[in-house]
């Protein structure tokens, strides 16, 4: 993983911060926002944008909950960009959605243009530049494509030959050489010998005006915003790229961050911090080196046939590595977690120790160069994934870490050795929070039952200025609430009885509502249920009907809900947040059931024991909080813009049979709600469409 610091200089004494003056005249009443681009003056957006500029001045922490429609993206941005003009440093924005890192692209950079340029006193910031930075995986290195098509015959197969040529061809004409790009998508097989994420592609190998990804760097070190994603954010910072301890700055040198979406850092982080080797990356790994079907790989041009000969060995022990953990641990469940040392003989300990120790030896041979590098890159690799095979088998951090094993894959069949903090926080103060740098994180949602403290002591940030500034939108004009009473409640007794019902009301919610309706799941297997139930009447009523896992991805889905117009979507997870369907395109949002997670799953597991050690109630300090935030994620859904009305409608009766139920309606962002049952919905159930 590319150690962003490698540019990194002394900043020196900063020079005056004008960024709290300038944020206040352009968000002002009657400021540059209101008066030379005609937008309507916010204050929620005026109070948000003041208290980024101060965070900034004093390179401090800052929570700030900002209610949809503040117009968050303006107040951090800029304010950002003047202090990062200001004082020639970098400011990073993180993001965990695509859609928004597209709108902060597209739409937010290009209007923040626009601000400056209408202002004399603040076109010089006009003049900014901006960059995307993705993982290094996703670019195309033109120097290793050269290689690749020189050693076809000794890295691949006969047939992949016409691959090769096919991602020659379009890198040809490409802009960004981004793999997305490409479609259909390259074989991973190819791809990966012709991607950046190699130590063969830098700056001392490849040729700076073609290479996409050392164009792509250039960009970067050139612009004064950068826009990147949380997992890359994450991965980047798990692989040390954060710059020695002491140093200011979180990615780059002397940079400041902001984290929108914020709320889903503690996830995010928890999953990048941890360890992850599945039986397909190890299989991935070695075929890279050697493939036994085929004769090809690296070691075809670099090795010889005792290397060889150490790759199959390697290959072996895997297999018979993960399937004996299959089959002690996976026969019955798909996630189980490990509380013992050695759940398996490290059969593979030894083959990898070898095939390291050969892989140097055989670096060592060449003068340094590309070769040298890449194979020297691979041997690393080895160790770390015997460093990690090491790790999982003797739970070398029990006391911090929970670790599991789990089955996935579309058949089942890819084993994973799993580990992750149980706390997140002390990693999020070392590695994001004490850099001594300004990081902002915000949402819409980090507060639970009104309270910002729970999110905070979650990423380590309990120090930290906190804000709340709720939305601006008319929720009693424009949002109206229904709760269904006579729900069963899902027990087991019940399960079919309760699934029978949620399928009656879905279906006459969204006859009874014209515009389209997002239906949220908690459970996979009760969405496939309900949709078995009322697919057919919808394809009968030509209704448009799209659910979640059928082959197309969480933003084609968006986007055909938009296109729609009366469209049904059925999503679980990740559809609680982060779609965004404003008009009449998404009339109503349905809550089937509240969000509370899985509480057997390793990690929450893990988390709810150490908070019972400690005389704490799970509950209350876990699984309830974070329950809230997705719910307030979920409703927020609907409303997305100030003309935007529609419907919530919760199926679930626990908001009015158990005493934690307030505490969800306390979250929606309007008083008062309709409730009914099936006798009487008929006529309490008025949507506005």
């Known amino acids: 993983m590319i150690g962003l610091h490698e540019d990194s200089t002394d900043p020196g004494p900063p020079p005056p911060a004008h960024a709290p003056r300038l944020a206040a005249r352009i968000f002002a009443e009657g400021g540059v926002l209101a008066d030379a681009l005609k937008l309507e003056h916010r204050p929620q957006q005026e109070k948000m944008a003041r208290a980024v500029a101060a965070a900034l001045r004093d390179d401090e922490p800052l929570l700030f909950e900002a209610g949809t429609g503040v117009g968050k993206s303006l107040a951090y941005l800029l304010p950002g960009i003047i202090h990062a003009v200001d004082q020639s440093r970098q400011l990073v924005v993180s993001t965990h959605t695509i859609a928004l890192q597209e709108q902060l692209e597209q739409a937010d950079l290009p209007l923040c243009r626009r601000v400056f340029g209408t202002d004399q006193g603040l076109e010089p910031y006009a003049k900014f530049k901006s960059a995307v930075l993705v993982g290094k995986a996703n670019y195309l290195c033109t120097t290793r494509l050269a290689a690749a098509l020189r050693d076809k015959h000794e890295l691949f197969a006969t047939p992949e030959h016409s691959e090769l040529q096919r991602v020659a061809a379009w890198a040809a004409t490409s802009r960004e050489g981004l793999r997305h790009e490409l479609s259909p998508p390259p074989a991973p097989e190819v791809w990966e010998l012709v991607s950046a994420d190699s130590a063969g592609c830098a700056r001392k190998h490849c040729d700076g005006e073609k290479c996409f990804y050392q164009r792509a760097r250039a960009r970067v070190r050139g612009a004064q915003v950068v826009v990147v994603n949380h997992s890359l954010l994450f991965t980047l910072l798990g692989a040390g790229a954060g710059g020695a301890a002491g140093s200011r700055g979180v990615l780059f040198a002397d940079d400041f961050v902001v984290l929108d979406e914020a709320h889903t850092v503690p996830e995010v982080a928890t999953d990048h911090f941890g360890l992850h080797l599945s039986s397909y990356g190890v299989e991935r790994m070695l075929r890279h080196l050697h493939n036994p079907k085929n004769k090809k790989g690296m070691l075809a041009k670099f090795g010889d ?385």
């Open 305 to 689: 046939a005792a290397d060889r000969l150490l790759v199959e060995d390697a290959l072996e022990a895997a297999r018979q590595f993960f399937a004996a953990v299959e089959e002690r641990l996976l026969m019955k469940q798909s996630i189980v977690r490990v509380r013992e040392e050695g759940v398996a003989e490290p059969w593979l300990d030894e083959p990898l120790g070898a095939l390291r120790a050969a892989l140097k030896k055989r670096a060592d041979k060449f003068e340094d160069g590309r070769e040298r590098d890449e194979l020297q890159q691979q041997a690393d690799r080895i160790g770390s994934c015997r460093a990690g095979l090491r790790e999982f088998l003797a739970l070398s951090d029990a006391k911090n870490s929970v670790y599991w094993v789990e089955r996935g894959g579309r058949r089942q069949t890819i084993v994973t050795l799993r580990a992750a903090p149980i706390d997140v926080a002390p990693l999020l103060r070392e590695n994001l929070l004490r850099r001594q740098t300004a990081v902002v994180l915000t949402s819409a949602t980090l507060t639970a039952g009104g309270e910002i403290g729970p999110f905070a002591a979650r990423v380590g940030a309990e120090d930290a200025r906190t804000a709340v500034e709720a939305s601006p939108f008319d929720f009693m004009r424009n949002l109206r609430v229904f709760v269904a009473t006579d729900v069963p409640l899902p027990t087991a007794q019940e399960a079919r009885l309760a699934l029978d019902v949620l399928a009656d009301y879905i279906g006459f919610c969204t006859r009874r509502t014209a515009g389209g309706s997002l239906v949220l799941f908690t459970s996979y297997a009760d969405m496939k249920a309900v949709a078995a139930t009322l697919e057919p009447a919808y394809a009968e009523a030509r209704r448009p009907f799209f659910m979640q896992g059928r082959d197309v991805s969480r933003t084609g889905l968006a986007k055909q809900l938009r296109a729609a117009g009366n469209g049904v979507l059925f999503g679980t997870d990740s559809f609680w947040t982060g779609i965004d369907v404003p008009g009449d395109a998404l009339a109503q949002v349905i809550i089937t059931r509240l969000p509370f997670e899985v509480p057997t799953h390793p990690i929450l597991e893990a988390r709810a024991e150490r908070i019972r050690d400690n005389g704490g109630n799970p509950f209350n300090e876990l699984t309830l909080p974070d329950a809230l935030i997705k719910f307030r994620q979920g409703v927020g859904r609907l409303i997305r813009t100030a003309r935007d009305r529609g419907v919530v409608t919760i199926l679930d009766s626990r908001v009015t049979q158990k005493a934690y139920g307030r505490q969800f309606l306390g979250c929606l962002p309007r008083e008062g709600h309709t409730r009914m049952t099936r006798t009487d919905r008929a006529e309490k159930f008025q949507p506005f469409l």
